[in-house]
């Protein structure tokens, strides 16, 4: 007992110093702007120290109980339950979301914020089939949501393109871009296709941020086109042609928010049933036998290159129709508004959900962009809170929120995989 308390104590005092040797750069030295406008350096070193006895604590905690991921897999019996479970939380899910806008006390904020969480969904789905189904590290997934947003706004601003004929269209040039980035890392796995992802996303956003001539560059482009409800525009003269004058209600700016809410809703809906359909398919077998190992897969016959790029094109247009969406929802768009961190949001909502887990992915895009809004009133330390919590949940859940699996086939009954056996969220 003495031997193991050493050890911990040890553990938690390694953790510590390297704690101490960030935080002490990233929180106990900050520029302040004194009042007469110059710079000047502010000291927290009481904050330096709250928070390294904080990951001395925690560290001797998750030590001494011993909380290491191999330690915690679910049973048969517990996943068992978690998919029993699944079946009546997804419904319920389902059921909130279509009904949220009529909910007493929601307002304009709460809609705002539901259309943002579920355009993350989609976008986790979009990246579930590259990273989670077919195995594929992706930290570029933001470029195919530029190439959509921008796609949907250069049609509609120099061809006069509706919504309902540019989404398509962006999503299709973005599944072109896709099979584009597919070709070059046919031959390269785990980091090196980190890396070559990495550098597509980069590339993208330093094109349309230099090409001033077609996207106006760091400038952006304003005046995107709204969607229409069928040709009835929103808008706030009350004229028959309108929404509310053709309908008989009273011109409100809510009408807009709650289309744009049901319009995300049902594209993220698209882009599941698509991806469930298309998983018990024989490419979305090949997608899964490619994620196990590829030296097998090739083995068995399985097309790797068509099934790799089928996995890019698919989850590339998804992002591309999310990208038109984003586009036509803000009616500004600039490189700025897709850099790497949303890809490294999108991944970890992919990661933190399970890997090739739509509940989980839909329940992680939940917590981490609607439960980020609850702390928004600590500011500066609401990213910490927000970096903790993503530590918890890798601590206490490696392999996602849900970590059992359902198999896409099955000889007779369906049971479901333990966490156990699903591979943990490294790429």
Same mark, same amino acid.
């Given at each position: 007992?003495?031997?193991?308390?050493?050890?911990?104590?040890?553990? $938690? @005092?390694?953790?510590?110093?390297?704690?101490?040797?960030?935080f002490v750069v990233m929180v106990g030295l900050r520029t302040d702007v004194a009042p007469g406008g110059e710079l000047f350096l502010r000291q927290r070193w009481a904050d330096v120290a709250l928070l390294c006895a904080l990951v001395f604590?925690?560290?001797?905690?998750?030590?001494?109980? +011993? =909380?290491?991921?191999?330690?915690?897999?679910?049973?048969?019996?517990?996943? $068992?339950?978690?998919?029993k479970l699944g079946t009546f939380f997804a419904p319920a899910l389902l059921a909130f979301a279509l009904v949220l806008p009529f909910v007493p006390g929601i307002g304009r904020y709460e809609l705002d914020l539901g259309i943002l969480v579920?355009? &993350?969904?989609?976008?986790?789905?979009?990246?579930?089939?590259?990273?989670?189904?077919?195995?594929?590290?992706? =930290? +570029?997934?933001?470029?195919? &949501?530029?190439?959509?947003?921008?796609?949907?706004?250069?049609?509609?601003?120099?061809?006069?393109?509706?919504? *309902?004929?540019?989404?398509?269209?962006?999503?299709?040039l973005a599944a072109f871009w896709g099979i584009l980035l597919g070709f070059p890392v046919l031959r390269l796995r785990g980091d090196y296709l980190a890396i070559v992802t990495l550098a597509f996303g980069e590339i993208i956003r330093i094109?349309?941020?230099? *090409?001033?001539?077609?996207?106006?560059?760091?400038?952006?482009?304003?005046?995107?086109?709204?969607?229409?409800?069928?040709?009835?525009?929103?808008?706030?003269? +009350?004229?028959?042609?309108?929404?509310?004058?053709?309908?008989?209600?009273?011109?409100?700016?809510?009408?807009?928010?709650?289309?744009? &809410? &049901?319009?995300?809703?049902?594209?993220?809906?698209?882009?599941? *049933?698509?991806?469930?359909?298309?998983?018990?398919?024989?490419?979305?077998?090949?997608?899964?036998?490619?994620?196990?190992? %590829?030296?097998?897969?090739?083995?068995?016959?399985?097309?790797?290159? #068509?099934?790799?790029?089928? $996995?890019?094109?698919?989850?590339?247009?998804?992002?591309?129709?999310?990208?038109?969406?984003? #586009?036509?929802?803000?009616?500004?768009?600039?490189? %700025?508004?897709?850099?790497?961190?949303?890809?490294?949001?999108?991944?970890?909502?992919?990661?933190?959900? +399970?890997?090739?887990?739509?509940?989980?992915? @839909?329940? @992680? @895009?939940?917590?981490?962009?609607?439960?980020? %809004?609850?702390?928004?009133?600590?500011?500066? *330390?609401?990213?910490?809170?927000?970096?903790?919590?993503?530590?918890?949940?890798?601590?206490?859940?490696?392999?996602?929120?849900?970590?059992?699996?359902?198999?896409?086939?099955?000889?007779?009954?369906?049971?479901?995989?333990?966490?156990?056996?699903?591979? %943990?969220?490294?790429?």
């Open positions: 007992m003495i031997a193991r308390l050493g050890g911990a104590i040890r553990d $938690a @005092a390694l953790a510590t110093l390297v704690a101490f040797g960030l604590a925690g560290r001797l905690l998750v030590s001494l109980w +011993g =909380l290491r991921p191999h330690s915690l897999g679910q049973s048969p019996g517990r996943a $068992a339950l978690t998919a579920l355009t &993350y969904v989609m976008l986790g789905w979009g990246l579930n089939i590259v990273v989670g189904l077919a195995g594929l590290l992706d =930290l +570029g997934y933001v470029a195919f &949501y530029a190439v959509g947003a921008y796609s949907y706004a250069l049609l509609a601003e120099n061809f006069g393109f509706s919504f *309902w004929i540019c989404l398509p269209l962006a999503g299709i094109v349309l941020l230099n *090409w001033t001539e077609l996207t106006n560059g760091p400038n952006g482009m304003t005046g995107i086109p709204r969607p229409t409800f069928f040709g009835l525009p929103f808008s706030m003269s +009350g004229e028959p042609d309108t929404f509310a004058g053709f309908f008989g209600l009273e011109p409100s700016p809510i009408h807009r928010v709650i289309f744009l &809410y &049901y319009l995300i809703l049902v594209l993220a809906l698209l882009t599941n *049933w698509v991806t469930i359909r298309i998983r018990r398919q024989p490419i979305g077998r090949a997608w899964e036998a490619l994620r196990e190992d %590829e030296i097998a897969c090739r083995a068995l016959g399985i097309n790797v290159t #068509a099934t790799k790029l089928t $996995a890019f094109a698919l989850g590339a247009m998804f992002g591309g129709f999310a990208g038109a969406f984003f #586009a036509t929802r803000q009616g500004f768009i600039s490189p %700025e508004s897709f850099t790497f961190i949303e890809s490294a949001i999108i991944l970890a909502i992919v990661v933190l959900g +399970g890997m090739g887990s739509q509940i989980g992915v @839909a329940v @992680a @895009a939940i917590v981490m962009i609607g439960g980020f %809004e609850l702390f928004r009133d600590l500011e500066e *330390w609401r990213m910490l809170v927000f970096g903790a919590a993503m530590v918890v949940i890798m601590v206490l859940r490696p392999r996602g929120l849900v970590g059992s699996r359902t198999p896409s086939i099955a000889l007779g009954e369906r049971r479901a995989v333990s966490a156990a056996h699903v591979s %943990e969220g490294k790429g």
